[in-house]
């Protein structure tokens, strides 16, 4: 017997997992997650940079902006694909159970 947290969530995914194009859900609330990271990256550069070189031209200051985007789109995909991931785990799991159950 499923519990209702995971009908819930069965009926939930079932869904979600058509509705969401995976490209929209690896992008679209994981992206500020990832510019966080970025900006992280932007602050330590910005504040600690100055007093370990002189000069910081306008191409280092472009290289380091891209690299945190770069890092913020990286990390954003990377943390929707392992939820993405997680959730279909967790729902085939479900599923099988249901069908355990059903059988038995």
Same mark, same amino acid.
């Given at each position: 017997?499923?519990?209702?947290?995971?009908?819930?969530?069965?009926?939930?995914?079932?869904?979600?997992?058509?509705?969401?194009?995976?490209?929209?859900?690896? #992008?679209g609330?994981?992206l500020?997650?990832? *510019? /966080?990271?970025g900006l992280?990256?932007?602050?330590?550069?910005? @504040?600690d940079? +100055?007093?370990?070189?002189g000069m910081v031209?306008h191409?280092? #200051?472009?290289?380091?902006?891209?690299?945190? *985007? /770069?890092?913020?789109?990286?990390?954003?995909?990377?943390?929707? @694909?392992?939820? +993405?991931e997680?959730?279909?785990?967790?729902?085939?799991?479900?599923?099988?159970?249901?069908?355990?159950?059903?059988?038995s």
């Open positions: 017997m499923l519990t209702p947290q995971e009908e819930d969530f069965l009926l939930y995914w079932e869904k979600m997992r058509t509705l969401i194009p995976k490209w929209r859900y690896r #992008l609330p994981n500020m997650i990832g *510019l /966080m990271f992280l990256m932007i602050t330590y550069f910005l @504040v940079g +100055w007093r370990d070189r031209t191409g280092d #200051l472009v290289l380091i902006i891209a690299g945190a *985007l /770069m890092i913020a789109v990286f990390v954003a995909i990377l943390r929707s @694909v392992m939820q +993405w997680k959730n279909e785990q967790r729902y085939t799991i479900l599923q099988l159970k249901k069908k355990m159950r059903a059988s």
